[in-house]
């Protein structure tokens, strides 16, 4: 029967891999995360050898033949070309020289037997929110993903699918600049951001961010705040829990980054007009009132047209640490489809 067919979901992460399967029918037969080791620390034999135990693991789990199998989607963290070679100038999650340039997509490929659809962590994570928010719609769509994690992440939909770029690199949200001007208090630095720019997006609205740019700033102008006893990579992660509790100097610091997301979408809405916006990561991974004040100020600072405003919505990336898996999935069925 030509509707028995599945497509599996691989997404490499620093420490785990997650794994999921999509049938014919677009249903996930896995509703929570299925983790193995990764071993991306012991270089690319051993981690392609992880990567196919995951997906052996999942059809297991699921009961699913391998022969059903039509395709597999793969997601890493970057940066990566389209295709799915790691950069030959290497990556914070691929630390051997082995993996510098490394064809990770051809490699689990000829691994597998198995046809295998690369994309990036951000790109994939950004498809699964597209198509879980618009459904059997999602082809009519377009849409920008902000994730706010170690760094700021992401991508742009357009169609229903990733858009790649000539080389790859479209969609790279964190490295766009955005305007300073009523964002930064009154003496307060410009931003830097570890890939050389002042003043881009995830200069401001990342954990890196924090820790380098808004926590040093901050706390000068909140004399005896606790934080400033605490390490400053530690006290940047206690930030949100501060927030949520109300802290003022914490506040601070997310209003910073609403606004630099709201920044970032004005820049979106005259770009390519997208349908939604959405937002993900440990920033709205919090209570209900903390994460729908930092919704409300994103959108407050997001310049829509009023015929934008008409037709726009903004909501959250849903199920984020299975969104990378159910993504690679999405793609995988898209692109093998007959
Ligand atoms: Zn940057």
């Not at 196919?52 to 999942?58: F, H, I, N, Q, T």
Request: net charge negative; hydrophobic share 45%; charged share 20%.
């Amino acid at each position: 029967m030509p509707d028995t067919w599945v497509v599996v979901g691989l997404d490499n992460g620093g420490t785990c891999n997650n794994a999921t399967v999509l049938d014919a029918s677009g249903k996930f037969l896995v509703d929570r995360l299925v983790e193995i080791p990764s071993r991306v620390t012991e270089g690319p034999e051993i981690a392609v050898g992880a990567l196919a135990e995951a997906l052996e693991g999942v059809l297991a789990l699921t009961g699913v033949e391998r022969s059903r199998v039509r395709a597999v989607g793969l997601d890493t963290p970057g940066p990566a070309s389209a295709d799915g070679v790691i950069s030959s100038k290497g990556a914070t999650n691929f630390p051997q020289p082995a993996w510098w340039g490394f064809d990770v997509r051809t490699a689990l490929e000829e691994r597998l037997g198995l046809p295998v659809v690369y994309n990036n962590d951000g790109n994939a994570a950004a498809l699964y929110a597209h198509h879980a928010h618009f459904g059997a719609e999602a082809a009519e769509h377009s849409s920008i993903s902000a994730i706010v994690g170690t760094g700021l992440g992401g991508g742009v939909i357009e169609a229903g699918q990733v858009v790649r770029g000539a080389a790859g690199m479209a969609g790279e949200l964190g490295h766009v600049h955005i305007p300073m001007e009523g964002l930064l208090a009154e003496g307060q630095p410009l931003p830097m951001c570890n890939c050389g720019f002042g003043a881009d997006a995830e200069s401001v609205a990342s954990l890196t961010g924090i820790a380098a740019n808004l926590l040093p700033y901050w706390l000068t102008r909140f004399p005896g705040h606790e934080l400033a006893g605490v390490p400053i990579l530690e006290a940047a992660k206690l930030v949100r829990s501060r927030g949520e509790d109300g802290d003022p100097l914490a506040l601070k610091i997310f209003e910073q980054q609403a606004m630099a997301l709201g920044r970032l979408f004005t820049i979106a809405a005259n770009f390519t007009d997208p349908s939604a916006y959405f937002i993900g990561g440990g920033v709205v991974e919090t209570g209900p009132k903390f994460r729908e004040w930092f919704l409300d100020t994103v959108r407050e600072h997001t310049v829509l047209r009023e015929e934008q405003q008409r037709v726009a919505s903004f909501a959250l990336v849903p199920d984020l640490d299975m969104a990378g898996a159910r993504g690679a999935a999405i793609a995988a069925r898209d692109a093998s489809a007959p």
